[in-house]
Nanobody
Framework: VQLQAYGGGLVQAGGSLRLSCAAS????????IGWFRQAPGKEREFVAA????????YYADSLKGRLTISRDYAKNTVFLQMDSLKPEDTAVYYC??????????????????WGQGTEVTVSS
């Protein structure tokens, strides 16, 4: 399984970005896709997740209302739309797949295939 995250970049505060995560090398119908981020000097933290087949999206409380997960099944690609970005959203964003249960959807340890990360910088 390979994941490739892209779509990061430099954006001004209040702006938007759409991150993409292209998946290949496997069948993902039984997987969940998670997004995590890691800012310099900080631990990796949960951002969002959803089962590949859809259903309830999970968002970090600090980001709720500013994120939307969607997907293109034909392209095996998951998108993370981020709006109203803030300087504190600056981080490297990673996508990952795994088979978490509901109670572990927000745990990085539940995901075992990781992409290389895409950098998001939000200027004030």
């Amino acid at each position: 399984v390979q994941l490739q995250a892209y779509g990061g970049g430099l954006v001004q505060a209040g702006g938007s970005l759409r991150l993409s995560c292209a998946a290949s090398g496997g069948t993902f119908s039984d997987y969940a896709i998670g997004w995590f981020r890691q800012a310099p000097g900080k631990e990796r933290e949960f951002v969002a997740a959803q089962r590949w087949r859809g259903g309830t999206p999970y968002y970090a409380d600090s980001l709720k209302g500013r994120l939307t997960i969607s997907r293109d099944y034909a392209k095996n690609t998951v998108f993370l739309q981020m709006d109203s970005l803030k300087p504190e959203d600056t981080a490297v964003y990673y996508c990952a797949t795994g088979r978490p249960i509901v109670s572990t959807m927000r745990r990085a340890s539940s995901y075992y295939h990781w992409g290389q990360g895409t950098e998001v910088t939000v200027s004030s």
